[in-house]
């Protein structure tokens, strides 16, 4: 496989597009909290990020573990548990299934499916108490 370089976009997650969004949901069908990574900004402070990494692009969705509880929280199309439905994922699934990069570039313990041992589900309630407290930046997407 060619090694190239692919633009990286910082972005914050209430101004990504809705196909971006489904796309997410699909990498992370679980949740955010678990996959926030920390980086660097612009500016110098320490910030949270969930990668995605699409054909083209390389993302960096800013959002605090706040915010990521919330968002899954707060989202019709994930269960009480915080887990993605059965039928969106089935929806989401058959809409992005030409779209491999999703697979080959995002593969994470969340996606996948395969024999894996059952995963105890917890409600969005109890991962209230692991909210670390972290700032967030409302600027612009820039690209690094």
């Not at 899954?72 to 990069?101: E, F, T």
């Not at 999703?102 to 909210?131: A, C, H, K, M, Q």
């Amino acid at each position: 496989m060619e090694n190239i370089k692919k633009p990286r976009v910082i972005k914050d997650y209430d101004k990504v597009a809705d196909d971006l969004l489904e796309q997410i949901k699909l990498v992370y069908p679980r949740g955010f909290r678990n996959h926030l990574v920390e980086f660097v900004g612009i500016d110098g402070k320490k910030r949270k990020g969930l990668p995605l990494e699409i054909e083209d692009k390389y993302y960096l969705i800013r959002m605090t573990q706040d915010e990521a509880i919330y968002v899954i929280a707060n989202d019709d199309d994930y269960d009480d548990n915080g887990k993605l439905k059965s039928s969106v994922q089935a929806r989401l699934a058959d809409k992005y299934d030409d779209d491999d990069h999703l697979d080959e570039f995002n593969s994470n313990d969340d996606n996948d499916f395969g024999d894996e041992e059952e995963v105890v589900d917890i409600s969005i309630d109890d991962l209230e108490d692991d909210i670390e407290d972290s700032g967030s930046d409302t600027s612009d997407d820039i690209s690094l």
